[in-house]
């Protein structure tokens, strides 16, 4: 069974930036988009930003202009590189892959708190 592992989160002041990864253990095949998702305390899960297999990315109205998505060639990588943190921007962040039958995978999250 694959698993995604994220890692790179942390505490940063605002205005700072980080570098999220996420890395699949095993095989996941056919994935077609890669994206990261968060949960901040008491709200729902929200995409943050996604990538498809052609490389075409979206993000959300928040965090356009800030945060940068990525992926390796192989697909077995994605990143999510976030500049000008902003205290909103705390909450657990997924990476999610999304396969070519709809199969999706998690990782079990990361923690990113802003904070002065």
């Known amino acids: 069974q694959a698993q995604l592992v994220e890692s790179g989160g942390g505490l940063v002041q605002p205005g700072g930036s980080l570098r999220l990864s996420c890395a699949a253990s095993?095989?996941?095949?056919?994935?077609?988009?890669w994206a990261w998702y968060r949960q901040a305390p008491g709200k729902e899960r929200e995409l943050v930003a996604r990538i498809t297999i052609a490389r075409d990315t979206n993000y959300a109205d928040s965090v356009k202009g800030r945060f940068s998505i990525s992926r390796d060639a192989a697909g077995n990588h994605v990143y999510l590189q976030m500049n000008s943190l902003q205290p909103e921007d705390t909450a657990i962040y997924f990476c999610?892959?999304?396969?070519?039958?709809?199969?999706?995978?998690w990782g079990q999250g990361t923690q990113v708190t802003v904070d002065s």
């Open positions: 095993g095989s996941i095949p056919a994935t077609t988009v």
């Open positions: 999610n892959f999304r396969n070519r039958w709809a199969r999706e995978y």
